[in-house]
């Protein structure tokens, strides 16, 4: 139990250490400086993490959107068909994420699948690809199963005798939606929120192949300063800003739906 | 309350499932094509499904990650269960701090976790490979398994342990046959989210493998130089295989169901059997771990030969031949750019040979992680181009022996581009007529050797101030020609025609052009950056002769006739070169393109500082926009 601990939080704990140190050969002489951190304050790396939090907040957004009534309409189905429809659900997560990118690249691409049917009827070629649009179709195919699954565990566990006490006690459709099915789901809708926030945020092949490279998100920062740059104190600030971001994200939310609740 | 869903509201559920499904219903059509077009269906054939059975890289990834995600599941699943136990045991502080230290992983994005592991095994020196990917895949596991497992603790009766201890199990007993079962949804849900995961992992992965170890993931993503429907064939199996995975663990917990719906009391028999199923599951898990170990222990007493290579960068099949004639295991490993290679040595990877470019050779010669050839074991060494063996990064051929060779210059769309805009040159690529239409290259040292090159610079420039200058005529082109910066993908985009310009390596050219005869190439006037790729022996190897012997095999006219026409580049071999020039890629202008023009350069290695300041202005250009 200790060993799994010390694994786990090792790796943070060389990230941390790594991020307010100057780059030397020798790995003994560790100068303190937050010259890394004072750096992100650059105008070029501010704007790269507030376009991954927009970029984390729209996909979530969509992804609720599309998710919330397709929850909605699975957990109305009967039990058989709704476990049916969650099974394959969970298919697409289990092929993997770059081959299903790849597919939306050659849909998607100037000559691609998706243009050759448009054209076939008469529709003008569509730019779609290497753009905004591109980036947030291949995301959000990728995490929708995320949303999907956590609001519909919520919404199966619902009693749906509250929803009938509901109507009987004079609310119209819409009230009962609001006010009951939408409180009830959501610790779903938070949990699934959080989850989707984490992954889109951090992401870095998706925008990388369809979004071009010029899509530069915090995740493509951070592996470009490992993997080609070579600067890994930087790119270990960097991390540490990314999980002091979600950190508080999560806690923000939670004292949302605590506070929720206590009304 | 109704429980019927309205036309609408189907219909809405088959939209969101199609929107799902296409990506995997393209790969899976497109497995089926007889052409390796990406885009259009031109017939039925498994002649894909024939290639994959035959490509050992790709079997050895689905080996690699089957085995991990297999090993990984299993141990995390032991010790995430026994943690969940035990922390359910301990006083509420100790209890809070476990748990919250344990959602770390799940909340912080792989990245973090991904590059911490890399900085920790780096800096306890842990040679990367096999194992450190499993730890890796372990560490991350666990903690999905604990937070499946942890709330089914909780809501067993707190004294249910006591009570079998009382009527005289002993604790292991308890354990197995009281606490487990009860926890069976839990971990069952672990194993699966465990093994999901793992199996589709890439980003932790590709950050703490090496010595030629590689899982699906990463096979996928260094294969973006040339998309071969090979791997859509290998999707398609995945799909159908995980399809049969989870429909069969819906289906049978039913069917038992059922059948001790048919029984009223457990026989003598049922109960011996449920005994026997546990103790073959056990076995199962401990032989799978046995034949693993020793698959790669077996694996350790050939001789092997570490390879570290560019992606799609060999024909596969030759190395297959190497091994058979040499007798030996090549543990063969792609990296993504030279820089990455450079990382990745940095960090500790160990290889034995690696093929990369004339400035790399130069700084590992200077860091000495370069060993001397013996030349005389090289018996082809003659058959090589001459003047590729007086280059300035290895002026008396020492070190090095070429591979490829080529320039960088402008792809084009016969059909979209005047060719009066040629003598143009470089410039053609800030012609606000083809804006919107043209490929950059994703390489810092690449771009700003364009601009370099168009302000009539040394691209091997120190001086800031010329760097500045280019790195303002490359923001203004960024602004008006709005181009799409790409890395290898570049080749599929224009095979299919997607833009009018790219800037491509001539070898690419010659290989565009071949399946494309719209596209032509040019390097310009000013003058370009001329490369050489070479082969180069490491300190750290210890089998120099076998390593030879690979130099040497490369140098051979059939086989580097075989490799040339996988990869498209021109060879350094000299009977090679004049053979495709001359019959092969007869008129083609990526080709054996002309050099000698003497604005031409070789990259020189950079001041550290001077690469830096390039790379950041490099980052500060792609985000303009």
Redesign the interface.
Known sequence: MIWSMILIILPLVMIALYSVVTKDDSLLSFNFTLDNFIKIGDPVYVKVIVKSLAVGALVTLICLVISYPLALFITRTSEKTGSILILFLTIPMLINTLLRTYAWISLLSEHGIINAALRSVGIARQNMIYNNFSVMIGLVCDLLPFMVIPIHTAMAKMDTNLIDAAYDLGANKLQVITRVIFKMSLPGVISGCISVFIFSISEFVVPELLGGHQFVLIGNLIENQFISIGDWNFGSALGILLVVLIIALAIALRKTDRGDNND | ?????SLL??L??VL??V??????L??TV?SFNSSKS???FTGFSLRWYAKLLRDESIISAVYVSLSIAIIATFVATV?GT??AI??SRNRKLIKNV?LN??N??I???????A??????FT?LHFPRGYMTML?SHI?FC??FVITSVYPKVRSLPPNLADAAMDLGATPLQTLLKVVVPMLKPGIFAGILLSF?IS??D??VSF?VTGNGVSN??IV??NM?KR?NPV??AL?AV??AV??L???GT?LIPKMVKKRRAHRTLPTARSVAIRKWSARFVVFIGIALIAVFSVKGWSAQNKKTLRVFNGGEYVDMELIKRFEEENDCKVLYETF??N??M??KI?SGSEYDIIITSDYMIERLKREKYLSKLDTSQITRRDKVIPSLLKKNFDPKGEYSIPYYWGSVGILYDKTKVDTKDLKEGWNLLANPKYSGKLYMY?SSRDTFMIALKVLGYSMNTDNKKEINQAYEWLAKQ?KVMNP????D?VM??MI????ALAVVYSGDASYIIDENSDMDFFIPEQGSNVWTDSMVMTKFCENKKLAHKYMDFFLDHKVAVKNTKYIGYDSGVKSVYNYFKKEYYKGNSGCGPDISNPLNEEFTDQKNEIK?YM??LW??I????
């Open positions: 309350m109704t429980k019927k869903n509201s189907r809405y559920i969101c499932f929107f799902l499904y296409l990506p995997i393209v790969t497109f990406l885009t259009r010790f026994i943690t035990g922390i476990v230290i344990n770390i992983p909340v912080s994005p792989d990245i973090v976790l590059i911490g592991l890399m900085i920790l800096s730890i560490v666990m903690p999901t199996l589709d890439f980003v950050f699906i993931s996928v993503y973006t998309m791997i859509n999707s995945l799909i995980s399809v995975i989870m429909v819906m993504d750019s820089e990455s450079y990382t940095k994703d960024g799409v910066y790409v890395g993908d599929d985009n299919s025609s997607n833009k830096k790379d950041e980052t500060k792609k985000t303009k926009r």
